[in-house]
């Protein structure tokens, strides 16, 4: 599989501009034989590096959310959650087709590497079956507190990241309990907070905390759709950014969060200018969702670079700034997703390219907007959501209507 696409405008953290990308097998390579196909793109599209959901539980991918908060911490939202019939109703699907509907609702958002917050036992089995990059490499507690859901130890587990230089990765202080609003002390005591640790909502995060945080390394990553459903109330996200910290944006399961990630950018744009009458500066944004967790999870994302696994994603200019571009994207504007060399997903118009490849697709229509979806197996996982359960089961994040 070799192929260029040319005329395009090309945007990553630091640089942008018109050019070329190629992709030979599953990796980027700017080395252009002569029989190599080229395909024209034109003026009406960027190009990003494709994007990375920092925070997700696949397992959770089922709606409408559940939950009657403000509620004190994470507790009583999951119990809540575990008695609700949505719940039960979510487990008539098997963990793989929910895995398998996590990964086509990120990937019609632009995301291609998505970092799934549960044990290895669950998800191991999973990742080499799935259209889309899951994080596989990684240490976890589910959260630093004496109720968490005991997946893992945060001394042993941080211990173990650190020796083998990937990331440990935890809930911190969602909530606002006395042991929540411990939670980065302990990680202290446990020796358990440097450039390893990767913390996900934080919205009862001290200035003393977030002062070690910064000067620990360590990363943090947002979810402002789920924190303000749960909490009404999210991370003081201005202290963060001016400490310099690297932060990551995470939809957080759509059981409590944000329907995509686009929707995710949305409101973090949102929820910021409304709690700071300022505007959130698009380009951090970018770095959000490209580089930022390329270093959290020491994946090989968020550039085009040669010889980097070619996941890249093409969408419509909506806006001529091409930061401001991806705080307006809606769905419809996805227009190429390309994960690991393979387009898995796009415009209609763009089915010359999988066709020369030779890529079996189905097309379907989301939003009105004509597309191909190049995913073995999606038919029949998204025609169970008919016939499974006694009713049609509409999942808002994959607005999908099949064409006849
Ligand atoms: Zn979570």
């Known amino acids: 599989m070799k192929y260029f696409l040319d005329n395009?405008?090309?945007?990553?953290?630091?640089?942008?501009?018109?050019?070329?990308i190629g992709v030979n097998e599953n990796i980027i390579s700017y080395k252009m034989d002569k029989d190599t196909k080229v395909f024209e793109l034109g003026s009406d599209y960027f190009l990003y590096p494709g994007f990375v959901n920092s925070h997700d539980h696949m397992l959770g991918t089922y709606f409408p959310r559940v939950g009657k908060g403000p509620y004190i911490n994470w507790l009583p939202w999951d119990n809540d959650l575990k008695d609700a019939m949505i719940y039960k109703e979510r487990g008539t699907f098997t963990n793989y087709e929910l895995y398998f509907l996590s990964s086509i609702r990120n990937i019609i958002s632009g995301v291609t590497w998505v970092s799934d917050h549960i044990p290895h036992s669950v998800n191991e089995k999973f990742i080499g079956h799935l259209p889309i990059n899951i994080i596989k490499d990684y240490t976890l507690a589910h959260e630093v507190s004496s109720y968490d859901l005991k997946w893992g130890d945060p001394a042993t587990e941080h211990e173990k990241a650190k020796k083998n230089k990937i990331p440990f990765i935890t809930h911190i202080e969602e909530g606002f309990d006395q042991e929540s609003e411990k939670g980065v002390e302990y990680l202290k005591e446990f020796n358990a907070l440097d450039e390893y640790?990767?913390?996900?909502?934080?919205?009862?995060?001290?200035?003393?905390?977030?002062?070690?945080?910064?000067?620990?390394?360590?990363?943090?990553?947002?979810?402002?759709?789920?924190?303000?459903?749960?909490?009404?109330?999210?991370?003081d996200i201005k202290k963060w950014l001016s400490n310099n910290i690297n932060?990551?944006?995470?939809?957080?399961?759509?059981?409590?969060?944000?329907?995509?990630?686009?929707?995710?950018?949305?409101?973090?744009?949102?929820?910021?200018?409304?709690?700071?009458?300022?505007?959130?500066?698009?380009?951090?944004?970018?770095?959000?969702?490209?580089?930022?967790?390329?270093?959290?999870?020491r994946i090989p994302a968020g550039n085009l670079k040669e010889g980097t696994p070619a996941n890249f994603v093409i969408t419509k200019k909506v806006k001529n700034d091409p930061y401001e571009n991806i705080l307006c994207l809606?769905?419809?504007?996805?227009?190429?997703?390309?994960?690991n060399g393979k387009p898995v997903y796009g415009d209609i118009r763009f089915k010359n390219i999988i066709e020369y490849l030779k890529i079996q697709y189905m097309e379907l229509k989301i939003e009105c907007e004509n597309k191909f979806l190049a995913i073995r197996g999606a038919l029949k996982i998204l025609k169970d959501l008919k016939t499974k359960i006694e009713y049609f089961k509409y999942l808002p994040f994959i607005p999908i209507n099949f064409k006849k």
Request: hydrophobic share 40%.
């Open 197 to 235: 640790t990767v913390m996900v909502h934080g919205i009862a995060l001290s200035d003393k905390d977030i002062e070690d945080i910064a000067k620990s390394k360590a990363h943090l990553v947002w979810c402002p759709t789920s924190n303000w459903f749960m909490f009404e109330k999210t991370a």
């Open 247 to 297: 932060v990551c944006l995470g939809t957080d399961s759509p059981m409590s969060g944000g329907m995509n990630l686009l929707e995710e950018i949305n409101f973090a744009s949102y929820i910021y200018n409304k709690l700071y009458d300022q505007k959130l500066d698009p380009r951090i944004v970018f770095n959000m969702i490209t580089v930022n967790p390329a270093k959290a999870f």
């Open 8 to 20: 395009i405008y090309k945007v990553e953290s630091t640089s942008q501009g018109k050019g070329i």
């Open 330 to 339: 809606k769905l419809s504007d996805i227009s190429l997703v390309v994960i």
